[in-house]
């Protein structure tokens, strides 16, 4: 509805801008007829909040502690049994930290199923609405009905707003992601693998050792150049090699230039492109482990503490209470030594191997041929 | 006895072996050659991942040939002579089984050998692993469970055979019924996860197949 309203603003301005070539007498019909209806798109905006909070006002609340949990009320007892199932968990995790969600409360309701799905029978699915109490949504998400899928939902979700809704910067910084309670062997190893495959130089001397590297990697602290930071000429001339499609199309010659060894010319090709952040020289998932870490290194109210203001740099530092080049070195060592057996043989496989050998072997002798 | 079988069907089943032998040691290395034009390590690891299925075709294809080879000069026969040895059938079964496992390690030593020069010599991006045992033991598993598979079919007499493909032709007859009366159940689908999904018969041949890995 927002965007309806936004919408007319910007048609009915532009309806206005030949108003300058009429008379006065037209402009102002013109002029008023606009604000008119600018003042009813505002009130059906109005209404819709109404609706919103009216809808808000019609259902039954459950809390657990600072979480609000609303629901209809033939599904009070399933919601109850959701939020009785994740409030341990979000006290372990959040702890002093739900304090902040205050002003957002989760929605449980049953799906409505649309024309074009084809449900199982029996099939329920159940959503979980985040909205603020002045009726803004902010998201959505579905799951089967079950309470241990619902309460894992909802944990996710009091997360989410905890790292994304109440603290742009952290979740930016985080892209929108929650940080995970652990981080596996395996995703260490993707991580690594992904940090030896990307182009800017910065990735490599983050991943030889140099720590100061992988705090620009993580970009810890806001303002630095990308171009210059984390390329050094050769994985400018790669960053521009992998773009070389876009390259030519915005100056040919510049682009034979830097692959014959211009470091200028890569520079004044990347800055045009701003393409640098399109080869960043760490994943997203590698900064919410880095925020694993400082959590886990920081123990109790260290979720609380990385929400505190500051860069991230200082942020980390203060929820893992220990200076932030521990914090990296930590996550560098994860990094460079997570590893497993091969994931293509399991014990499983071996086991049920040997037993149809076996089995067949012994198959054979029982032949009606052989008897 | 076993000596002597174990010497004939040796000269039935070595050119097989040998030309195993031979594509099983470059396997590793023809990969690691088409690697090695990567530019990073996860289009690498892509690469290595796609000669994958190399190796599982190659082990259903050592057991198949092996097994077949063990019984084809019998089956021409029409199992005269083995059953006018004086030993039991099912030892005689045995020791024929037995001399053909034999004969499939040749080709998996060969993997072995061929994947553990990857590791020494292969120039592997940092950050990635070898995993020459892990991959050689795998083939090993699958060579050996194709290989009993196609024994004991080869084994089996003409009755049993045309059991096994009448119940593969009524799964099929069956899936295309339910589909004709609208009903949404896929029966190869099942199928096709017992079979596959540990601890089905061809699980070991499912998955990954990565010589190097992160």
Known sequence: MYNRVAGALVVLTCLGIPAAAQDAAVLERRLDAQAVEARRAQAHFEAYQDTARHLLRRLDTLR?????????????????????????????????????????????RVHVWNPWERPE??????????????????REWRGKKSVAMQADGLVHHVLYVLYSDTDSY?????????????????????LRKA???????????????????????????????????????????????VLKQRARRHDEAGAARCDAGSDTDCVTLLLRLMESTALPPLPTFGRTALAMVALKLGGEGAL????????????????????????????????????????????????????WIFVLGFISTRSSRWR | ??????????????????????????LPLTALQA???????????????????????????VGLLVALAAWANDHRGRHVYALALPVSRARYVMMRLGAGAAFVIVPILALLMGSVLVAWFGGIPTGLNVYPVALTVRFALAA????????????????????????????????????????????LSRVADFLFSSPGLLSVFAGRWMLIDV
């Open chain 2, 144 to 187: 050996l469970v194709a290989y009993a598979i196609f024994f004991a079919v080869s084994a089996a007499t003409p009755k049993t055979a045309g059991v096994v493909l009448g119940a593969i032709a009524a799964l099929l007859l069956v899936q295309y019924g339910l589909s004709v009366a609208n009903v949404r159940y896929d029966v």
């Open chain 2, 35 to 61: 690697a090695h034009s990567a530019q990073n390590a996860e289009t690498f690891v892509w690469q290595m991942e796609r000669w994958g299925p190399s190796y599982s075709v190659l082990a259903a294809a």
């Open chain 1, 170 to 190: 952290l979740g930016a910084w985080l892209g929108r992601n929650v940080v995970p309670d652990t981080v596996t062997r395996l995703q260490w190893m993707e």
């Open chain 1, 304 to 355: 609380d503490r990385l929400l505190s203001p500051g860069t991230m740099e200082q942020r980390l530092a203060t929820a893992a209470r220990v200076p932030i080049d521990s914090v990296l070195r930590v996550w560098h060592n994860q990094v460079r030594t997570s590893s497993m057996p091969s994931r293509d043989l399991t014990g499983d496989i071996v086991a049920a191997s040997l037993l």
């Open chain 1, 64 to 108: 657990a502690g600072k979480v609000v949990v609303l629901t209809e009320q033939a599904l009070k007892p399933f919601a109850d049994s959701v939020v009785r199932t994740a409030v341990d968990s979000l006290q372990r995790v959040a702890g002093t930290a739900l304090a902040r969600i205050e002003d957002h409360v989760f929605v449980i």
């Open chain 1, 195 to 241: 940090i030896v495959s990307a182009i800017p130089a910065v990735s490599r001397r983050c991943y030889d050792g140099d720590i100061r590297a992988c705090a620009i990697a993580l970009e810890l602290t806001p303002g630095s150049d990308p171009i210059m930071a984390w390329h050094d000429p050769a994985s400018r001339r790669r960053a521009v090699a």
């Open chain 1, 121 to 138: 029978p029996g099939d329920t699915d159940m959503v979980i609405t985040v909205m603020t109490t002045a009726g803004r949504t902010v």
């Open chain 2, 1 to 26: 006895m076993f000596r002597e079988i174990f010497v004939t069907q040796w000269k039935w089943t070595r050119t097989v072996v040998l030309i195993a032998s031979v594509i099983a040691f470059a």
